[in-house]
């Protein structure tokens, strides 16, 4: 399985547009070579580079198996949110302190059954959730600075 984002190449720099420092909106992202299967995806995004361990940016799940992509600035309606690290049910952008660039971890789960979590879950409970569900899984990773 394959992720891309029409706003950011693998290891480049994620647009201002795209982080708390401009209009904190998510990247669109699109997806190809799914394995058969599937029912649903699951994405994270995750900061590995945050001063205090990973920070988590984005949580989402349920996303339609038939869909190979999300729009800029909107989820599908049939996904369930979890809560970030920002105490938020929604994406919050890369916000990293001065200094170093950080990279942002964008992971999409193919899954062969919806996941049982709570809307509002954090990371760790949706990864129990996932155990023994997931087809396959597809990277793409993006940096940001100060």
Known sequence: ?????????EGGFIPLRHTCDGADVSPALS???VPDGTVAFS??????DAPGGTFVHWVVFNIGGNRRGMEEGRTPPECQLGTNDFGRATYSGPCPPRGNP??????LYAMDA????????????LERAMKGH????AHIIGLYGR
Do not use: Q
């Open 1 to 9: 399985m394959r992720i891309a984002s029409t706003a950011f190449t």
């Open 31 to 33: 997806w190809a070579d």
């Open 43 to 48: 994405l994270l995004v995750v900061d590995p």
């Open 102 to 107: 950080h990279s942002y971890h964008f992971t």
């Open 114 to 125: 919806r996941v049982a979590a709570r809307k509002g879950c954090t990371m760790g409970e």
């Open 134 to 137: 997931t087809l396959d899984e």
